[in-house]
C-alpha cells in the first residue's frame, strides 16, 4: 500500500451491524468500518479504511507508559433535507497538528485527516439516528507505538479515527465547584493541547468535588487560583449586566475550543457584546452580589452548550433560575439550526459529504 491512498476492505455484507435507533450508548457503540494507518521510517503508510476491530500491542508500546497521544471531537450531521455534513472539521484538522507538534508526534496530512475523515463518515452515514439533534461522533486519534522502554519520543505512531452515534445530547444544568487547589493546565504546559493526559489529571480533583455534591469544577489559573479558565472539559462564558466575557486563550492554559470560536461569532452577531480577558472569581462574585451575573454556561462539541444553575466559591453559593436564561439557550438553538440546515450558514461551517 503506497502513500496518500487510502484502500478499503470491504465487510461481507452478512457481517454489518446496523444502527439500532432504541438501543446504542454515546462512547460505547461504534460503526462498522474505522480508518488506520501507520507512521513509519517517517511517511504515513497502511492508510486502511477496514473493520472496527481491536487493536494487538506490544506490553511495552510507549503510548501505555509515556502517554503520547492526542485526540479530537467533530460532529457530522444529517441536514433537513437530508445532506451530511461536518461541522468545521478543519479547525479541528489544525487543531490535532498543533497537538501533535507540542506532544512530539508527526503531523497528520490533510489527505489522510480530511478526505480519510470524509470517505469513512460517508461510508456510515447510516449510523446518523434520525431523531431531532442526534449526530455521528468522530474521533481521530493518534498513539506511539514503538515497543521501547526508553523516555524519548516514538518513532512510529498509529493514527486512527472511529465513529459512533449520538442522540441529543441532553444535560441537566450542572452544579459547578470552583477549583482552588488543583490545576488543569499550567503556563508553559500542555492545556492547549488535546493530549490524553490532560484529561487523566483532571478526574482525581473532579471526583472530589462529585463527592462535595457538585457535578464539575470551573477551573483557575495555576499560579494564584484567582483568574476563571474553563468548566470540565468545555470553555466557559459568563453573562454579567448583558455582556458576555470569556476567558482570554493567550496564556495557553485554555483549550481553543471551535464551539468557543463559532459562539463569540453568533453571540456578535446577535447583538451581544463579547469581551475575550481575564476574569477573576472576585470579579463574578462581586457582580453576582450586585446582582448583575445573569449567566455561566460551558461550550463544546459534545453539549454544544451547557447551562449551569449553581456555582460555588468555597461556602459562597451563587444560584441561577435556568428557566430565566437567555443567552445560553439562544445560543444553542442558533448553533443548533445552523447545524440542522435550519438558518444560513453564512461563514461556510457545514462541510457537506
Ligand atoms: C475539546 C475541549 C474543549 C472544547 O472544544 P470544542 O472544539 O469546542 O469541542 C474545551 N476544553 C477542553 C479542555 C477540551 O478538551
Same mark, same amino acid.
Given at each position: $500500500?503506497?502513500? #496518500?491512498?487510502i484502500?478499503?476492505?470491504? &465487510?461481507?455484507?452478512?457481517?454489518?451491524?446496523?444502527?439500532?435507533?432504541?438501543?446504542?450508548?454515546?462512547?460505547?457503540?461504534?460503526?462498522?468500518? $474505522?480508518l488506520?494507518?501507520?507512521?513509519?521510517d517517517?511517511?504515513?503508510?497502511?492508510?486502511? &479504511?477496514?473493520?472496527?476491530?481491536?487493536?494487538?500491542?506490544?506490553? %511495552?508500546?510507549?503510548? *501505555?507508559?509515556?502517554?503520547?497521544?492526542?485526540?479530537?471531537?467533530?460532529?457530522?450531521?444529517?441536514?433537513?433535507? /437530508?445532506?451530511?455534513?461536518?461541522? @468545521?472539521?478543519?479547525?479541528?484538522?489544525?487543531?490535532?497538528?498543533?497537538?501533535?507538534? @507540542?506532544? #512530539?508526534?508527526?503531523?497528520?496530512?490533510?489527505?489522510?485527516?480530511?478526505? /480519510?475523515?470524509?470517505?469513512?463518515v460517508?461510508?456510515?452515514?447510516?449510523?446518523?439516528?434520525?431523531?431531532?439533534?442526534?449526530?455521528?461522533?468522530?474521533?481521530?486519534? $493518534?498513539?506511539?507505538?514503538?515497543?521501547?522502554?526508553?523516555?524519548?519520543?516514538? #518513532?512510529?505512531?498509529?493514527?486512527?479515527?472511529?465513529?459512533?452515534?449520538? /442522540?441529543?445530547?441532553? %444535560?441537566?444544568?450542572?452544579? &459547578?465547584?470552583?477549583?482552588?487547589?488543583?490545576?488543569?493546565?499550567?503556563?508553559?504546559?500542555?492545556?492547549?493541547?488535546?493530549?490524553? /493526559?490532560?484529561?487523566?489529571?483532571?478526574?482525581?480533583?473532579?471526583?472530589?468535588?462529585?463527592?462535595?455534591?457538585?457535578? #464539575? =469544577?470551573?477551573?483557575?489559573?495555576?499560579?494564584?487560583?484567582?483568574?476563571?479558565?474553563? =468548566?470540565?472539559?468545555m470553555?466557559?462564558?459568563f453573562?454579567?449586566?448583558?455582556? =458576555?466575557?470569556?476567558?482570554?486563550?493567550?496564556?495557553?492554559?485554555?483549550?481553543?475550543?471551535?464551539?468557543?470560536?463559532?459562539a463569540?461569532?453568533?453571540?456578535?452577531?446577535?447583538?451581544?457584546? =463579547?469581551?475575550?480577558?481575564?476574569l477573576?472569581?472576585?470579579e &463574578?462574585?462581586?457582580?453576582?452580589?450586585e446582582?448583575?451575573?445573569?449567566?455561566?454556561?460551558?461550550?463544546?462539541?459534545?453539549?454544544?452548550?451547557?447551562?449551569?444553575?449553581?456555582l460555588?466559591?468555597?461556602?459562597?453559593v451563587?444560584?441561577?433560575?435556568?428557566?430565566? *436564561?437567555?443567552?445560553?439557550?439562544?445560543?444553542?438553538?442558533?448553533?443548533?439550526?445552523?447545524r440542522?440546515?435550519?438558518?444560513?450558514?453564512?461563514?461556510?461551517?457545514?462541510?457537506?459529504?
Amino acid at each position: $500500500m503506497s502513500a #496518500q491512498k487510502i484502500s478499503f476492505i470491504e &465487510i461481507p455484507f452478512g457481517e454489518l451491524n446496523k444502527l439500532d435507533p432504541d438501543n446504542f450508548a454515546f462512547g460505547k457503540s461504534f460503526t462498522n468500518y $474505522m480508518l488506520e494507518a501507520d507512521y513509519i521510517d517517517g511517511e504515513w503508510k497502511n492508510a486502511v &479504511i477496514k473493520k472496527y476491530a481491536p487493536l494487538l500491542m506490544d506490553p %511495552s508500546t510507549a503510548v *501505555l507508559h509515556y502517554g503520547q497521544a492526542i485526540f479530537e471531537g467533530i460532529k457530522a450531521y444529517k441536514t433537513e433535507v /437530508g445532506d451530511t455534513v461536518i461541522f @468545521r472539521p478543519d479547525a479541528n484538522y489544525k487543531r490535532f497538528n498543533i497537538s501533535a507538534e @507540542r506532544m #512530539q508526534m508527526p503531523t497528520v496530512p490533510s489527505w489522510l485527516f480530511m478526505e /480519510g475523515m470524509k470517505q469513512l463518515v460517508a461510508l456510515e452515514k447510516d449510523w446518523i439516528p434520525n431523531a431531532p439533534d442526534s449526530s455521528m461522533y468522530i474521533r481521530p486519534f $493518534m498513539i506511539a507505538t514503538d515497543p521501547f522502554l526508553g523516555v524519548r519520543p516514538s #518513532q512510529n505512531y498509529k493514527f486512527m479515527i472511529i465513529l459512533g452515534p449520538a /442522540g441529543p445530547y441532553y %444535560s441537566a444544568p450542572m452544579k &459547578i465547584l470552583i477549583e482552588k487547589t488543583y490545576t488543569r493546565a499550567a503556563p508553559g504546559g500542555v492545556g492547549f493541547a488535546k493530549n490524553a /493526559g490532560n484529561y487523566a489529571a483532571s478526574l482525581h480533583p473532579v471526583e472530589l468535588a462529585k463527592q462535595k455534591g457538585y457535578d #464539575q =469544577v470551573l477551573w483557575t489559573d495555576a499560579n494564584e487560583h484567582k483568574y476563571v479558565e474553563e =468548566v470540565g472539559v468545555m470553555n466557559v462564558m459568563f453573562v454579567i449586566d448583558g455582556k =458576555v466575557i470569556t476567558p482570554s486563550i493567550e496564556r495557553g492554559t485554555v483549550l481553543k475550543g471551535i464551539t468557543r470560536d463559532s459562539a463569540i461569532i453568533l453571540l456578535r452577531e446577535m447583538g451581544y457584546s =463579547v469581551e475575550e480577558r481575564n476574569l477573576s472569581i472576585d470579579e &463574578i462574585v462581586a457582580a453576582h452580589k450586585e446582582g448583575k451575573l445573569q449567566e455561566v454556561f460551558g461550550v463544546g462539541t459534545a453539549a454544544v452548550v451547557s447551562l449551569i444553575a449553581k456555582l460555588a466559591d468555597g461556602d459562597y453559593v451563587m444560584d441561577f433560575d435556568v428557566e430565566a *436564561l437567555k443567552v445560553g439557550p439562544a445560543l444553542k438553538n442558533h448553533l443548533n439550526d445552523i447545524r440542522m440546515g435550519k438558518v444560513v450558514d453564512k461563514h461556510s461551517w457545514l462541510v457537506k459529504l
